[in-house]
């Protein structure tokens, strides 16, 4: 299996912050990679997908890059309602795997 | 638009047997592969398998194969997750989710389920 591993596991910031969540991959994934925001309680959201598209009605503050192992997620200026979870996922091959979560919150 | 909905939360017993559903609208259930998460209490996500109802072709995650099995009736466009010997581990939420490129982007609301003696 592909192993993701994501960077930090927490991190708190302040509303307008800029952060910066990274994931990384056991092998060449390609652009095969989604990042996914999760609210407590709540089902995953879809925020990013193929490493840097931005999936329909998700804020333009949000984007991603990379390719091969190394991807980054950036918020640009955070919002309060971008508290939450946040997991990498790699779509390359089957079986697909997440990221373990990093957790963002309000300092 | 879109939706995913899925059975109600279960509390069962060990060694019981359970089936949950996901019902699938707004889109043609037989294009897109279905794929089922695990949420343990306070862990992060897992997949478990994926379907593909068109032909009900069928991928489980090494962790989960011959623990659970996926299936999916396309005439009411419902996936479905069964366990024949449900433990005490299998206490968590679990998601459908469709698949596009290998992403989830529609989510069903999760369906908690508690086993407990």
């Known amino acids: 299996d592909i192993q993701m591993t994501q960077s930090p596991s927490s991190v708190s910031a302040s509303v307008g912050d800029r952060v910066t969540i990274t994931c990384r991959a056991s092998?060449?994934?390609?652009?095969?990679l989604a990042w996914y925001q999760q609210n407590p309680g709540k089902a995953p959201k879809l925020l990013i997908y193929?490493?840097?598209s931005l999936q329909s009605g998700v804020p333009s503050r949000f984007s991603g890059s990379g390719s091969g192992t190394d991807f980054t997620l950036t918020i640009s200026s955070l919002q309060p309602e971008d508290f939450a979870s946040y997991y990498c996922?790699?779509?390359?091959?089957?079986?697909?795997?997440f990221g373990q979560g990093t957790k963002l919150e309000i300092k | 638009e879109v939706q995913l909905v899925q059975s109600g939360a279960e509390v069962k017993k060990p060694g019981e047997s359970l089936k949950i559903s996901c019902k699938a609208s707004?889109?043609?259930?037989?294009?897109?592969?279905i794929g089922w998460v695990r949420q343990m209490p306070g862990k992060g996500l897992e997949w478990m398998g994926i379907?593909?109802?068109?032909?009900?072709?069928?991928r489980y995650s090494p962790s989960f194969q011959g623990q659970v099995t996926i299936s999916a009736d396309k005439s009411i466009s419902t996936a479905y997750l069964q366990w024949s010997g449900l433990k005490a581990s299998d206490t968590a939420m679990y998601y459908c989710?469709?698949?596009?490129?290998?992403?989830?982007?529609?989510w069903g609301q999760g369906t908690l389920v508690t086993v407990s003696s």
């Open positions: 996922q790699q779509s390359y091959t089957f079986p697909y795997t």
């Open positions: 092998q060449d994934i390609s652009t095969w």
């Open positions: 989710a469709r698949l596009t490129s290998g992403c989830g982007d529609f």
């Open positions: 707004g889109y043609s259930f037989t294009y897109n592969w």
């Open positions: 379907i593909y109802p068109r032909d009900s072709d069928t």
């Open positions: 193929a490493a840097s």
